[in-house]
């Protein structure tokens, strides 16, 4: 019985094996020279894809982004730079298309923000260090210190570590 | 006490800056065409594939696009309200019918009633791009000198129409070409 439950799982699991991983960019597309394939595969994976937000160009299916992919291969192979089509879709659809913003004012906060942290992060450590090195050290004044000096007089070298 | 109060007061931040974010619309992307020259077109009608429409034919008339396609779905839910809007004549709507097939569109607009006083057949979608459309529908008010106004995502509604499209509308018509 437990033999053939195994059995059964094992042929459901092989069965997986079938499967086919899932593929967005189905096109297939020729450029002259090596550089504008760099070029392509580059700009496809920094533009957003508008109709699914959280994919690059790359990774959708929607077909506003073959389409894109379209246009970024004939721009491609027509001869212009990535920066020219990265302008070309900033142009149409704003900062939002690139997965890199440029720095701006309006990108201030979204380019500083993580080092702003780590700096308020930095501070918030010091000051909890330095305080509680303060707090730690004997807090007595000098007739106090005399007292301790008085008794440690007669112990024996205390440069040297007790022994256990 | 008092150690608790930093905290507290971030998380309090936290919680504002995240009840924000909540109420923001990440699918609404502005538009960088705003007051920008609406970006050149001449396609063939819809109807009548002889002839072409274009924005050199709508220079000096504010007018609206609406960008459409029958496979969309949100389309049919904002169409009553541009058959209504159309009825009432304030100005002229040219439909862009958006990567759609042409007998699928036209029987969609025989089914439903057609509002607009001409469609441009997009039918790979390369004006689509020019003018940033990524969420059909999509509407551009367009005024005298061929300046994008207005653009709104997704399917309109009876309160934009009134709050927003006819304000700016009768706006623009009041400014010189």
């Known amino acids: ?164 | 006490m008092g150690r608790f109060l930093l905290p507290l007061g971030g998380f309090a931040l936290l919680v504002v800056l995240l009840g924000i974010g909540l109420t923001l619309n990440p699918r609404e992307v502005p538009s960088p065409l705003i007051d920008k020259p609406a970006p050149d077109f001449t396609l063939q009608q819809l109807h009548d594939s002889e002839q072409t429409i274009g924005t050199t034919d709508m220079r000096g008339q504010v007018w609206l696009l609406n960008v459409w396609a029958s496979w969309c779905v949100a389309c049919r839910q904002e169409h009553p309200y541009l058959v209504e809007l159309a009825k009432r004549d304030v100005l002229p709507m040219v439909g862009l019918n958006y990567k759609d097939k042409r007998n699928d569109a036209l029987g969609w607009l025989r089914n439903f009633e057609n509002p607009y006083d001409v469609s441009a057949s997009d039918l790979d979608g390369r004006v689509g791009i020019d003018w940033g459309v990524y969420g059909v529908p999509e509407t551009f008010v367009v005024d005298k000198r061929g300046t994008i106004r207005m653009k709104h995502i997704g399917p309109l509604t009876p309160k934009v129409i009134e709050q927003e499209l006819l304000p700016l509308v009768e706006q623009l018509q009041g400014e010189a070409a």
């Open chain 1, 1 to 164: 019985m437990m033999h053939r439950a195994l059995q059964a799982l094992l042929v459901a699991f092989s069965a997986l094996l079938l499967a086919f991983p899932a593929q967005a960019a189905i096109e297939s597309y020729d450029f002259e020279t090596a550089e504008q394939e760099a070029d392509y595969n580059q700009l496809i994976a920094e533009l957003r894809c508008l109709v699914c937000q959280n994919q690059n160009l790359a990774d959708s299916n929607a077909g506003l982004a073959q389409d894109l992919r379209r246009e970024v291969h004939e721009m491609v192979t027509s001869g212009q730079s990535a920066d020219q089509v990265v302008d070309f879709m900033v142009a149409r659809y704003g900062d939002f298309v690139l997965y890199r913003p440029p720095v701006r004012n309006r990108t201030l906060l979204l380019w500083g923000g993580p080092f702003g942290l780590l700096a308020i992060g930095l501070l918030v450590m010091v000051v909890f260090l330095r305080r509680r090195s303060r707090d730690s050290a004997p807090n007595i004044d000098e007739q106090q210190r005399a007292q301790v000096r008085e008794l440690l007089k007669d112990a024996p070298d205390s440069a040297e570590p007790p022994k256990k």
